[in-house]
T-cell receptor
Framework: SAVISQKPSRDICQRGTSLTIQCQVD?????MFWYRQQPGQSLTLIAT?????????ESGFVIDKFPISRPNLTFSTLTVSNMSPEDSSIYLC????????????FGSGTRLTVV | DQQVKQNSPSLSVQEGRISILNCDYTNSMFDYFLWYKKYPAEGPTFLISISSIKDKNEDGRFTVFLNKSAKHLSLHIVPSQPGDSAVYFCAASVATSGSRLTFGEGTQLTVNP
């Protein structure tokens, strides 16, 4: 299965600043996604990262707040912009390998605390 | 609108006994269901899945049952082991390749030695 390297694993940030999270996969994947897990809640899809074009955002998430890049088939970044304490969450990268329709693989996540 | 619900936030069982985790869904378009296990400080790990054309899928100690009429699925773990202690997420999708997953809130399973 695909191996995902997600960085940083955790960070504590000041409100008003931005953090960029990186997701690197060791093999080509068809789909890359970014999820958020707020404390005590489920995983919520933020957006689908599209290679070479703008990401597709879910309802309630906007590009200005969560800009996403995907320059190639194996790498994506998510930026959490102008952070507030409400952005404190675990952010997870997820991929769908080319050989699997439903073997979504998740990174280990980035635990973000905004103070 | 919570389309996938896990009504039990936690479950505690004795080692060797059966663990039953439940999941309900409201969207009748869902036709593929998955269970993920998540340990602290790790990402969710795929456990088992089931297509809506089946009502049961088994993989070792793990069995998933699907009741389409009731829009309900369950995960059975027999026998339960302390290493099974984790948060279990139910997820659902519409069966087109690469379709987005909708997750439940998760159930914290604790297996006591």
């Amino acid at each position: 299965s695909a191996v995902i390297s997600q960085k940083p694993s955790r960070d504590i940030c000041q409100r008003g600043t931005s953090l960029t999270i990186q997701c690197q996969v060791d093999s080509q994947v068809t789909m890359m996604f970014w999820y958020r897990q707020q404390p005590g809640q489920s995983l919520t899809l933020i957006a689908t990262a599209n290679q070479g074009s703008e990401a597709t955002y879910e309802s309630g998430f906007v590009i200005d707040k969560f800009p996403i890049s995907r320059p190639n088939l194996t790498f994506s970044t998510l930026t959490v912009s102008n952070m507030s304490p409400e952005d404190s969450s675990i952010y997870l990268c997820s991929v769908l390998p080319v050989y699997s329709n439903y073997g979504y693989t998740f990174g280990s996540g980035t635990r973000l605390t905004v103070v | 609108d919570q389309q996938v619900k896990q009504n039990s936030p936690s479950l505690s069982v004795q080692e060797g006994r059966i663990s039953i985790l439940n999941c309900d869904y409201t969207n009748s378009m869902f036709d593929y269901f998955l269970w993920y296990k998540k340990y602290p400080a790790e990402g969710p790990t795929f456990l088992i899945s089931i297509s809506s054309i089946k009502d049961k899928n088994e993989d070792g100690r793990f069995t998933v049952f699907l009741n389409k009429s009731a829009k309900h699925l369950s995960l059975h773990i027999v026998p339960s082991q302390p290493g099974d202690s984790a948060v279990y997420f139910c997820a659902a999708s519409v069966a087109t390749s690469g379709s987005r997953l909708t997750f439940g809130e998760g159930t914290q399973l604790t297996v006591n030695p």
